[in-house]
T-cell receptor, first 116, second 114 residues
């Protein structure tokens, strides 16, 4: 079975531009979460979506937004890019809230975003 | 604010050694603690520990949750070079219906030398 897939794998942008990252969850998973991982740190939660509704938002500025589509895939958008947005952006999916508690999140390989 | 701290930051061992990685947490409404292994890209799920399952084992890896001490350890016995990676600890907290966002620690970088 295919795991979580993300595109693109790498992206180079300049300050002030905007970017759209894409994620397809594992088949059957309806919950998608986004995380930002800066080099040398653990991932930091950005958003969670379930059934196209936002279920959680981390401590990120309004330049960050996301949405989920009817097929449960998701997009993360970042506007007015800053140098500090350079990071690995990870997408994760899970069975939550279906199948009860105790459902781990499974991660994709991420999109490496570099801001020049 | 939920907080997860891992120690040590990094560790260098030789093949065959046994290592213990530590994770401590301060969260509201703890639900579960997860361990992931991250080599180059995607964190790979290892274990999930909850109040109903405080000890897990898979091959040379094992993990224990201490709810009294608000901590967990990940043990790796007979280490191999393929165990070299960053090991991430994450905690899921809050009301079940409020989502299952994870709060991660900073990770422990393990290097296993031949």
């Amino acid at each position: 079975d295919a795991g979580v897939t993300q595109s693109p794998t790498h992206l180079i942008k300049t300050r002030g531009q905007h970017v759209t990252l894409r994620c397809s969850p594992i088949s059957g998973h309806k919950s998608v979460s986004w995380y930002q991982q800066v080099l040398g740190q653990g991932p930091q939660f950005i958003f969670q979506y379930y059934e196209k509704e936002e279920r959680g938002r981390g401590n990120f500025p309004d330049r960050f937004s996301a949405r989920q589509f009817p097929n449960y895939s998701s997009e993360l958008n970042v506007n007015a890019l800053l140098l500090g947005d350079s990071a690995l952006y990870l997408c994760a999916s899970s069975w939550w809230p279906r199948r009860g508690p105790g459902q781990p999140q499974h991660f994709g390989d991420g999109t490496r975003l570099s801001i020049l | 604010e939920d907080k997860v701290v891992q120690s040590p930051l990094s560790l260098v061992v030789h093949e065959g050694d046994t290592v213990t990685l530590n994770c401590s947490y301060e969260v509201t409404n703890f639900r579960s603690l997860l361990w992931y292994k991250q080599e180059k890209k995607a964190p790979t799920f290892l274990f999930m520990l909850t109040s109903s399952g405080i000890e897990k084992k898979s091959g040379r890896l094992s993990s224990i949750l201490d709810k009294k001490e608000l901590s967990s350890i990940l043990n790796i016995t007979a280490t191999q070079t393929g165990d070299s990676a960053i090991y991430l600890c994450a905690v899921e907290a809050g009301r079940f219906g409020a989502g299952n966002m994870l709060t991660f620690g900073g990770g422990t970088r393990l290097m296993v030398k031949p």
